[in-house]
């Protein structure tokens, strides 16, 4: 029999037979063959991620071209085709990077889909006076502290002193009008005045502590009459902020340089991928593409390729009324033709730095166009029979309408363009065909840039709208509130809960992770952000849901099922009524986990590579328990307990 790995294929040493021995490690022994037909048997990241911590001889196989590829594509569709488009070429490096870059991916995977986060922090944004002239910003504790960052000169928009380069910003004011708008890869934007001063942005580095402040170049001799139409994006690499007649400035965040683009009109919208940015135009939906490298502007003829007809694009969300005091300003969330109500939005191509994607969805047909070169080179079509059209047609209601919005929802090229309260479905035709017999589901419609697919998730809970969400590997994020009872004392809390798909009845449930279907008066547990200091696992505390209030601006839980774990969020929980500019909304990625209530954000860590370098105890002690459950499962698989 030929060697399935031809990087391992050597003459067969000769057989000798040795006497038995409890502690011999017998897989050693056995032919490479017979070792990929053991390994046919691991389907599950977990499984795979252990047998990797077994032994060297282990890891190289499963870290061969030949394997990481083929089980890539049966766990991760998409995955394969990303790393090697990131870590391009045949020679050994580019081996050896890519089945490390699939180590990555399976190491993540398993810490978010446990809940196994390595660092938790809750920050209020606040700007005080006292310590302004020290450099050093904190919010309301002082293990919360950020140290002012000076790299960013001040021709180039950066601010080093408070009380003189804002004008009219009083740093000594106890109150703001501080709007979190933005988040990307451990970096939180915010405005202090978000209302008088849209043109002045903070952001804050959670991963090393550290504060950059931006002031848009020349605004003080400008004048303070400009606070309309000011469009800002954030990735992992770019901050832009600007308006149509002064330009738009982009800031490199490592490089701390600043650039800036004059484009031919006003825009709606700003996609960011590394160094590469996307304008979409406002009068006709033209698309201009600019890149840090060459600093030029290219325009794509978008309308010109039959993707959709040129028109006025208004960018905008829905307005809830019939809530205390006035309706809550409509959240800018997505963007539609004017003439004929057409949504549309863009994704830049994660690998091909020309290449981008169009969605359209138009109440008929939901349709993806891959442009490359600027020339369309793919039309795809989401089949009508497909459970995604299925959720895109039950969104639209008569008091809702949900916008197409791209984020990122794993990361090996899938993006969550759209997630909905699809509501009850009739019994003769249920959208959800499992045994959970949900009142009503979260419907979330995916696309995959590289392998060109639809895909939809359904989390089954009950709610009177849908709420702020975050969808990452298949685990939906909501915020709840719920009642901590310590002897007499009665406390709300926030937490988010982590929802897993339902599996339309495919697989046995009890096969799965704990499940819970709860609703108001039902009680769960919840991680707290703190381990106590005796033990690696986290600590737990019980919370009991809060029956629904339909004077709460946020939409709230009746029922959840099938909840992979839920985590304490800090902050003030008392209902979101009160506070009619309160906003709440869900982000993160690979490795954290955010969610922000107004002034006050809580962000949760996965890695040991996310963590603040200040938290070296509490990293210490996140990799000796994680160390301690991959171990354990090494034991078993090598004893053949897998």
Known sequence: MKS?????????????????????????????????LIFNHLTTPLDILSALNVCHAWRSILLSPEIWNPLADLLFPGLAPHIRASFPGTEAVSIHAQGDAFHRTLHAHHLFATGHFSHAKHYAVRLDHHIVKTNTFKSRSADNAFTLSKAVPVSAGGVHDLELGVPD??????????????????????????????FFAVIDDLRVRSRKMYLFPGQAERG?????????????????????DVGYCVWHLERDEMKMVHLPGAINRCIVHGERLLFVGRRNAEVWLWDWASGRVETVDVAGMGCYAPGLLRMGGQILLGYPSHPRPPP?????????????????????????????????????????????????????????????RLSRTQNTV????????????GYCIMTAWIGNEPTHDPICAGPCGSEGSLGSVCFNVYTKTFSAFL??????????????????????????????????????????????????????????????????????????????????????LVPLDHNDIRPRAETLQRVAYALEAGGDALPMGFDQLKTEWLNGDENTLIYVAGKEYTIWMFGEDSCPKKEKSEVSTWRHGLRGVLGLRAKNGVNGAS
């Open 169 to 198: 910003l009083d740093p000594a004011e106890d109150e703001h009008v501080s709007r979190i708008k933005l988040y990307s890869h451990g970096r939180v934007a915010w405005w202090p005045e978000g209302w008088s001063l849209p």
């Open 224 to 244: 303070l009459d400009r606070k309309c139409g000011w469009k800002t994006a954030l990735g992992g690499l770019l901050f832009i902020m600007g308006q149509e």
């Open 459 to 544: 989390h089954c809970a009950s709610y009177h709208r849908t709420p702020d969400t975050h969808l990452w590997d298949g685990l939906l994020a909501v915020g709840v509130t719920g009642v901590e009872r310590d002897n007499s004392k009665r406390s709300t809390k926030l937490a988010v809960v982590l929802l897993k798909p339902c599996d339309g009845g495919q697989r046995d449930l009890t096969t799965q992770a704990t499940t819970l279907a709860s609703g108001p008066g039902f009680s769960f547990s919840v991680r707290k952000m703190t381990p106590p200091p005796s033990t690696t696992a986290p600590a737990e505390v019980a919370l009991t």
């Open 402 to 413: 949900h916008y197409l919005r791209s984020e990122r929802c794993d990361a090996y090229g």
């Open 332 to 392: 800018m969330v997505g963007l539609r033709f004017q003439d004929t109500d057409a949504k549309v939005d863009f994704i830049l191509h994660p690998t091909k730095q020309n290449g981008f994607f169009v969605l359209k969805w138009d109440e008929v047909d939901l349709v993806m166009f891959e442009i490359t070169g600027g020339e369309l080179t793919a039309r795809v079509f989401c089949p009508r029979e497909h459970l995604a059209y299925r959720i895109m």
């Open 4 to 36: 399935l790995l031809p990087s391992r294929r050597k003459p067969l040493p000769a057989i000798t037979v040795l006497p038995f021995s409890p502690n011999r490690d017998l897989f050693s022994c056995l032919p490479t063959e017979l070792v990929l």
